[in-house]
T-cell receptor
Framework: GAGVSQSPSNKVTEKGKDVELRCDPI?????LYWYRQSLGQGLEFLIYFQGNSAPDKSGLPSDRFSAERTGGSVSTLTIQRTQQEDSAVYLC???????????FGDGTRLSIL | AQTVTQSQPEMSVQEAETVTLSCTYD???????LFWYKQPPSRQMILVIR??????QNATENRFSVNFQKAAKSFSLKISDSQLGDAAMYFC?????????????????FGQGTILTVHP
């Protein structure tokens, strides 16, 4: 596609449920990044992929969070047993390769009831 | 670890006037990049301007320019001839350069953001 595509745009779920957020990067971009934007924490880095591997998982806040990328393209961010503090906008970005300018999607707004 | 600080939660400007958004950062690295991103209500982060630390010349993109003071670790954004479409949240961001090594090269570290309002 022309830009980074994220789905769903909005997600409301109950506390304790698992959620999957999807990111479809710009075609040909080998690097993919996940960030979280919340009121209390601002914009924070979660994880990035170079190809299918994740050199830096340091930003994942707990073991309830995981991410994978298959085929060097689409990535999913999974949050298990969601908590209210997980409510945030989850932004995905991609770049041609690591170190190149990052292009962002519109994000997924996640609300935990 | 690197930190980025934006001390102005909100700023406002009259249309056609000039406004400057402040950003300071802390790092022990010598090779890094600095960015200003714009986030309108649509949520999409848009790259406004970037600056390589090794370049002394301040970056300029049309009405947007930066004042990069490396010794002071300051990186302010000046918007000239402000337009209604400039209204948004602006984020200052830092990224390590390739010589930093390790895995920090890929990620952006953001400031808390400044909400810019443009009055007609």
């Amino acid at each position: 596609g022309a830009g980074v595509s994220q789905s769903p745009s909005n997600k409301v779920t109950e506390k304790g449920k698992d959620v999957e957020l999807r990111c479809d990067p710009i075609s040909g971009h080998t690097a993919l990044y996940w960030y979280r934007q919340s009121l209390g924490q601002g914009l924070e880095f979660l994880i990035y992929f170079q190809g299918n591997s994740a050199p830096d998982k340091s930003g994942l806040p707990s073991d309830r969070f995981s991410a994978e990328r298959t085929g060097g393209s689409v990535s999913t961010l999974t949050i298990q047993r969601t908590q209210q503090e997980d409510s945030a906008v989850y932004l995905c970005a991609s770049s041609l390769r690591v170190g190149q300018p990052q292009h962002f999607g519109d994000g997924t707004r996640l609300s935990i009831l | 670890a690197q930190t980025v600080t934006q001390s102005q939660p909100e700023m406002s400007v009259q249309e056609a006037e000039t406004v400057t958004l402040s950003c300071t950062y802390d790092t022990s690295e010598s090779d890094y990049y600095l960015f200003w991103y714009k986030q309108p209500p649509s949520r999409q982060m848009i790259l406004v301007i970037r600056q390589e630390a090794y370049k002394q010349q301040n970056a300029t993109e049309n009405r947007f320019s930066v004042n990069f003071q490396k010794a002071a670790k300051s990186f302010s954004l000046k918007i000239s001839d402000s337009q209604l479409g400039d209204a948004a949240m602006y984020f200052c961001a830092y990224r390590s350069g390739p010589s930093a090594g390790g895995t920090s090269y890929g990620k952006l570290t953001f400031g808390q953001g400044t909400i810019l309002t443009v009055h007609p």
